[in-house]
């Protein structure tokens, strides 16, 4: 999987994209990020991404021209690969869940463009194919962390990227691990088994796997019922 991020700030993902699960994911070539600089395409002397709204108002508004550049070029960069699936991050896009980020994890390549200040000019989104996506009901500053989430959530679902024992644990818990409907997590323990007067429930010190299993699935759809039942109607 090969994803192409275009923003204003690349600075702010290698800490992000080298560490834990998506730095593991890299070395183990499972997946491949470059990052672009909006900036780096504009052609003016002033390197001006942005400018005033027509009709005005508040905020800037991000130029058409660097933008169409670096989508066109950045598309032509490997020849030979499939076009990427391009996602225009912005809080008026389709809200991100679980089932696109499952989908989104089949694509060889992917494209992210990340916006900044009030907007894209209208016209980036009639030049090119996008699917618009937002990570949620909250206005951010930028694009970047929401790259950053679908990111990550995506990852996390290339075969391989989170190691063999995470996936053969997932066989018998599909249903908790991202298979609808998804059920929230059950309650996990660790050592020691006495912690300031709590304790860890006798049936995961059993060694009865079949009884955890089903103890840990009943957890999960109670957690799920009283914090979640949205998601259970899904
Ligand atoms: Cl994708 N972008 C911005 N700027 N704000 C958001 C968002 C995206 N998703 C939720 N809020």
Redesign the pocket.
């Known amino acids: 999987m090969h994803i192409d991020i275009l923003t204003l700030f690349p600075e702010v993902f290698p800490a992000f994209l080298g560490h834990s699960i998506l730095g593991i994911a890299q070395e183990k070539g499972l997946v491949d990020f470059r990052l672009w600089n909006i900036r780096d395409f504009t052609q003016d002397k002033h390197k001006k991404v942005d400018d005033r709204p027509f009709g005005g108002g508040p905020g800037m508004v991000l130029r058409p021209e660097p933008v169409f550049r670096a989508i066109e070029e950045v598309e032509k960069e490997v020849p030979g690969t499939v076009p990427p699936r391009k996602i225009?991050?912005?809080?008026q896009?389709t809200?991100?869940n679980q089932s696109m980020a499952r989908e989104l994890a089949r694509e060889p390549r992917l494209m992210l463009l990340?916006?900044?200040y009030e907007g894209f000019d209208e016209r980036i989104r009639q030049g090119f194919d996008f699917l618009?996506?937002?990570?949620?009901?909250?206005?951010?500053?930028?694009?970047e962390?929401?790259?950053m989430?679908?990111i990550d959530a995506l990852v996390r679902l290339v075969p391989g990227a989170l190691g063999d024992e995470f996936s053969t644990v997932s066989e018998s818990f599909s249903e908790m691990l991202g298979e609808p409907p998804v059920l929230l997590e059950y309650p996990q323990y660790t050592r020691p088994r006495e912690f300031r007067g709590m304790s860890v429930p006798e049936v995961l010190l059993s060694g009865d796997h079949e009884k955890i299993r089903k103890w840990r699935l009943e957890q999960a759809r109670l957690r799920t019922c009283q914090r979640r039942p949205d998601l259970l109607r899904e």
């Open positions: 225009l991050l912005s809080p896009g809200r991100f990340c916006g900044h618009e996506v937002s990570i949620g009901d909250y206005v951010l500053s930028g694009g962390v929401p790259a989430v679908i």
